[in-house]
Structures are given as C-alpha cells and as structure tokens.
C-alpha cells in the first residue's frame, strides 16, 4: 500500500493525485517510478521525448525507487 503514496517536498499524496497536480497521466508517472527515476525527476521532466528531453534524461542521474 505504502508504494501507492509518495512524499515530495513535504507533502505525501497518492500517485494519481500527484500526477493530476502535475498534468501528466498516470501511467506516466507510474511507470516512471517503476524504471527507477527519482520521485522528482518523475514528476518534473517533460512528457514529451525530443532533443531536450533525451539530453535531461542522459545528465539524470536514475535511483532505484521501489526496493
């Protein structure tokens, strides 16, 4: 149950509030979150791929999220 919420900058909210705050589908969260993508960088890259959003992924560092 515990995966299903997340805590950002303070604030614990499910996944699917999360991702309605931030504009995004859930899926995409979600599978962020499972590839191992820090709760921050989940929520704040953009959705879309192109040049930008390939060249944010390559300096991010990913973390293991779901131990």
């Known amino acids: 149950q515990s995966k299903n919420f997340l805590t950002y900058k303070g604030e614990t909210k499910s996944v ?6 931030y504009n995004m589908k859930y899926t995409t969260l979600d599978c962020r979150l499972r590839r191992g993508y820090s709760i921050e960088d989940a929520l704040t890259l953009p ?3 192109g ?3 390939k060249s944010i ?3 991010r ?3 293991d999220f779901y131990e």
């Open 51 to 53: 040049i930008y959003y």
């Open 16 to 21: 699917s509030d999360w991702a309605k705050e």
């Open 47 to 49: 959705t879309k791929k």
């Open 61 to 63: 560092r990913k973390v």
């Open 57 to 59: 992924l390559k300096s």
